[in-house]
Nanobody, 120 residues
Framework: QVQLVESGGGLVQPGGSLRLSCAAS????????MGWYRQAPGKQRELIAA???????NYADSVKGRFTISRDNAKNTVYLQMNSLKPEDTAVYYC??????????????WGQGTQVTVSS
């Protein structure tokens, strides 16, 4: 079972940037696709970005052009660079592992997430 630990959240002003990190356990991290989800208060968790084991990416329309997912297989870590942040990006952000970045379904245990708050 893949264990996941997210970090890097915080309070940022609209238009600002943050980079989130997700450290994953397991020796076969490089074989997994990885995805970032977010859950805003009162809303369902939604998938916003996914990356294949080889680095191909897929994004939700709401973050396309502003967010970039990347991975470092040597460090068992996946990143989410978030630019031009908006108040509607406020949410708890989670990562997970899956098999298909184009139809991503996370199968790992959910971590604690990291809170991102965009406010002036």
């Amino acid at each position: 079972q893949v264990q996941l630990v997210e970090s890097g959240g915080g309070l940022v002003q609209p238009g600002g940037s943050l980079r989130l990190s997700c450290a994953a356990s397991g020796s076969i991290f490089s074989m997994y696709a990885m995805g970032w989800y977010r859950q805003a208060p009162g809303k369902q968790r939604e998938l916003i970005a996914a990356i294949s084991s080889g680095g191909s990416t897929n994004y939700a329309d709401s973050v396309k052009g502003r967010f970039t997912i990347s991975r470092d297989n040597a460090k068992n870590t996946v990143y989410l660079q978030m630019n031009s942040l908006k108040p509607e990006d406020t949410a708890v952000y989670y990562c997970n592992a899956g098999w298909d970045y184009r139809d991503f379904i996370g199968f790992g245990s959910w971590g604690q997430g990291t809170q991102v708050t965009v406010s002036s």
